[in-house]
């Protein structure tokens, strides 16, 4: 069943809010959370090989096979976790990525603001007290 012209005006502000509070969490709710499957299968095969290896190592006391095999199945480990980096480019605002999501400044984007005079100064308790201050200061919010 289809929504309601008016359901579907009320989503749209939903996700504009969402995007403008909270961008990290909206591009994690957008994305599609598939892997691409031969980078799992290319994983999964450089760990078997690596196990054999590290096996063979060390059944026939070869030190340096066993070290090629566990170093093999743990690059095979690391290239199954870390996913393929998207081009980003440094905003004013923030980090937009290639599909047009916005995500919070990062590095030089945070350290032009901080010689700028707009960034936040200080460490963790400093950003502690200043969300502490901003609560207080809109009601408890």
Known sequence: MPLSEYEQ???EQMERALTSDDPRL???????????????????AGVVVGLLLL??????SRTW????GFVLM?????FAFLGPRKK??????????????V????GAARKARKRQGGGRSGGFLARLEER?????????R
Do not use: M
Not at 33 to 40: D, K
Not at 65 to 68: E, M, N, P, V
Not at 90 to 99: L, R
């Open 9 to 11: 005006r009320v989503l």
């Open 26 to 44: 909206a591009n994690t709710l957008q994305s599609t959370g598939r892997g691409n499957a031969l980078r799992y299968v290319l994983s999964g």
């Open 55 to 60: 096996v063979v190592g060390a059944a026939t």
């Open 65 to 68: 096979l066993g070290a090629i």
């Open 74 to 78: 743990f690059a095979g480990v690391v």
């Open 88 to 101: 980003q480019q440094e905003g004013p605002v923030g980090v937009v990525g290639e599909d047009g999501t």
């Open 103 to 106: 995500q919070p400044p990062t």
């Open 132 to 140: 502490w201050e901003n609560r207080r200061n809109q009601g408890g």
